[in-house]
Nanobody, 122 residues
Framework: QVQLVESGGGLVQAGGSLRLSCAAS????????MGWYRQAPGKQRELVAR???????YYVDSVKGRFTISRDNAKNTVYLQMNSLKPEDTAVYYC????????????????WGQGTQVTVSA
C-alpha cells in the first residue's frame, strides 16, 4: 500500500503563489506517473497536472503557464508550484499515481490522502 500526504495549501490573494507537496510512503516502487488533482465544491475531481518518472509533464489548459509540477524521486515527493493564482483555482488539491487505462489517465490508488485546501480570494 501507498500512503499519500499533501501539504502546502492556504489562503492567498489572486495573483499570489503557493507550493504544494505530496509525500508518498509505502510500496512506492510501483509508482511511475504522479498527478495532482483538484476538486472544487460541487464539481468533479479533475487531473490538472502529471509527471512521469523521467520528468515528462502534462498540464490541463486552465493551469498551463501558471503551474509547474516537479518531483524528487529520492524523496518520493511531488510538488506543484502554483503562480498567478485565480479565484477559480480554489479547490482541495490531491495527489495520486496515475495510469493510462483505455486511453484515459486514471488514479492508480483507490484511497486518497486528506488533500490540502487552496483558497484564492479575489
Amino acid at each position: 500500500q501507498v500512503q499519500l500526504v499533501e501539504s502546502g495549501g492556504g489562503l492567498v490573494q489572486a495573483g499570489g503563489s503557493l507550493r504544494l507537496s505530496c509525500a508518498a510512503s509505502g510500496s512506492t516502487f510501483s509508482i511511475n506517473v504522479m498527478g495532482w488533482y483538484r476538486q472544487a465544491p460541487g464539481k468533479q475531481r479533475e487531473l490538472v497536472a502529471r509527471i512521469s518518472s523521467g520528468g515528462g509533464t502534462y498540464y490541463v489548459d486552465s493551469v498551463k503557464g501558471r503551474f509547474t509540477i516537479s518531483r524528487d524521486n529520492a524523496k518520493n515527493t511531488v510538488y506543484l508550484q502554483m503562480n498567478s493564482l485565480k479565484p477559480e483555482d480554489t479547490a482541495v488539491y490531491y495527489c495520486n499515481a496515475v495510469n493510462l487505462t483505455y486511453g484515459e489517465w486514471r488514479p492508480a490508488f483507490g484511497s486518497w490522502g486528506q488533500g490540502t485546501q487552496v483558497t484564492v480570494s479575489a
